[in-house]
């Protein structure tokens, strides 16, 4: 690896670390973070695919109570439900409780937003904190 390498993997991976949390953390507790929200969505688990119960597409959010950037992603996730809620199904996964099915989506760092066709089919995830226009330009490329 060049020098040039070096320096710009140095400068970016701290940059990566402000808005994604990698692996570890606490064990899994109450899910304080979705204290008094609407029911999630319900979801099934096929061969290690994520399926829709009701056939919609879904977007889910895979967090972790501790992870802050997971809890600065939660209002814009619970604000584009409210506008997307009824086309798509809006699923939240704690990685510490359902650790078998992080694994299986490889989710490496969170928060990490999984866009699933209604066949089960990933189309897309987005890794780190985004703001609400860039998660909204993928639900509108991926899921309508």
């Not at 056939?55 to 997971?70: I, R, T």
């Not at 990685?95 to 699933?116: G, H, M, S, T, W």
Request: hydrophobic residues 40%.
């Amino acid at each position: 690896m060049s020098l040039r390498n070096l320096i710009l993997a140095g400068a970016v991976l701290p940059l990566i670390s402000l808005f994604s949390c990698g692996g570890g953390g606490k064990e899994a507790g109450s899910d304080s973070t979705n204290a008094g929200a609407a029911p999630a969505a319900q979801y099934e688990t096929t061969d290690g695919q994520l399926l829709s119960s009701d056939g919609k597409p879904m977007l889910v959010d895979f967090y972790a109570d501790w992870c802050n950037p997971c809890r600065e992603m939660k209002p814009v996730f619970d604000s584009l439900k409210n506008v997307y809620g009824s086309g798509i199904d809006f699923v939240s996964i704690n990685v510490d409780e359902k650790r078998n099915l992080a694994e299986q989506y490889r989710i490496e760092a969170i928060p990490c937003l999984v866009f699933i066709a209604p066949d089960g089919t990933e189309l897309h995830r987005l890794v780190g904190y985004q703001d609400g226009k860039s998660v909204e330009a993928s639900i509108t490329r991926y899921l309508q």
